[in-house]
């Protein structure tokens, strides 16, 4: 029988797992500090709990992290991470370090249901949802964990989606007994799932990126089929609802289309559809991929476009393109090919 892993787990399901094994209920906490702040890789590792418990622990669990399968780095230093999860899919992650910061770009499913027209890992269709242990590996695990100063959910998956997993991982890292980080070094992004995102903000004070590319409903359908379900004028009707004036910042993702989405009629619309709304818009690069017909814009037209809304006092910058030449970059994480490559060389 396979042993599960303690990481993903909350205060509560270590008390739990405390009190099924006759321990004391203290002993939850400090099995969390081991796992979340010490990082410790065993149990054996957790010296204040007695070697007895310790044994009785270690028979059906285990700490739960898994080192990266393979690693490929960029020439800007970004560095892409090949995960095996719990059930024995794979899945990428990617570490952009800064200047001053170091940004992990976690996953949240195997592959993804939205089938966006320009992202790989829509390509790659839909095989199964991570549970936490998987999205909280993929924190402890890479290599620079120490080294993080924020966490984007914005790799492989749809957030909303997996909204269990997603809130619970988003519990471990900010409670006081899990890493205790500030909800301001998190940002989740979604193309708009209005159910799972009305529980999200009301739920928790991460900051929110909502994938936007075209302010037309029929020219976002099609590049985002969902739009069809959850209408972007929806999505911004719902946003208009909270208060994102003080510290939560809600930024919408725009990538930029040569000759699609990229004209004056499309900076007029977006001023008009987010005026009045505290928000930034980053637009972004369209990083090709194969089989896919669409261009990027040029670098003239993208500084066009940011000038005119930052003149109509809509906040936008271009976002800079990490990781492009190991395919890390924005809609290029993918673990079709990898996989087989992967599996073949062993």
């Given amino acids: 029988m396979r042993k599960q892993a303690l990481i993903g787990k909350s205060i509560d399901e270590l008390k739990e797992i405390a009190a099924e094994l006759s321990m004391p209920s203290f002993t939850a906490k400090q099995i969390a500090e081991w796992i979340y702040k010490k990082k410790i890789g065993s149990i054996d590792q957790m010296s204040n709990i007695s070697v007895?418990?310790?044994k009785i622990l270690s028979e059906k669990y285990e700490v739960g992290c898994y080192e990266p399968a393979h690693t490929e780095v960029s020439d800007?230093?970004?560095?892409k991470f090949l995960f095996k999860t719990e059930m024995g899919h794979y899945i990428e992650t990617v570490y952009i370090p800064d200047?001053?910061?170091?940004?992990?770009?976690?996953?949240?499913?195997?592959?993804c249901k939205?089938?966006?027209?320009?992202?790989?890992?829509?390509?790659q269709g839909f095989s199964a949802h991570l549970s936490p242990a998987d999205v909280i590996n993929q924190i402890l695990s890479v290599p620079d964990s120490d080294k993080l100063t924020n966490i984007v959910f914005m790799g492989m998956g749809e957030p909303m989606e997996n909204l269990l997993t997603l809130l619970k991982s988003l519990e471990i890292i900010t409670a006081n007994w899990g890493f205790a980080w500030s909800p301001r070094r998190i940002t989740v992004s979604t193309i708009g799932i209005l159910p799972g995102m009305k529980v999200f903000l009301e739920k928790s004070d991460c900051h929110l990126a909502i994938s936007l590319h075209s302010p037309f409903s029929e020219e976002r359908e099609k590049l985002i089929p969902m739009e069809k379900a959850y209408p972007i004028e929806k999505v911004i009707a719902e946003l208009r609802k909270h208060d994102f004036r003080h510290?939560?910042?809600?930024?919408?993702?725009y990538t930029m289309f040569d000759g699609l989405n990229d004209s004056i009629r499309h900076a007029v619309e977006l001023a008009k559809m987010l005026k009045g709304l505290d928000c930034r818009l980053n637009l972004i690069r369209f990083h090709e991929i194969p089989g896919i017909e669409l261009k990027s814009s040029s670098p003239e037209k993208m500084d066009f476009f940011r000038n005119y809304l930052n003149n109509n006092n809509i906040i936008t910058t271009i976002r800079r393109s990490r990781g492009?030449?190991?395919h890390a970059a924005c809609g290029m994480l993918s673990t079709k090919e990898k996989l087989q490559n992967?599996?073949?060389?062993?």
């Fill in 247 to 253: 510290q939560r910042r809600l930024s919408f993702e």
């Fill in 76 to 79: 800007d230093g970004t560095k």
């Fill in 114 to 123: 939205m089938n966006c027209s320009f992202c790989m890992t829509g390509k």
């Fill in 99 to 111: 200047e001053d910061r170091a940004t992990l770009c976690v996953s949240i499913q195997v592959g």
């Fill in 52 to 54: 007895k418990n310790r």
């Fill in 324 to 326: 492009e030449d190991v």
């Fill in 342 to 346: 992967h599996e073949g060389s062993h």
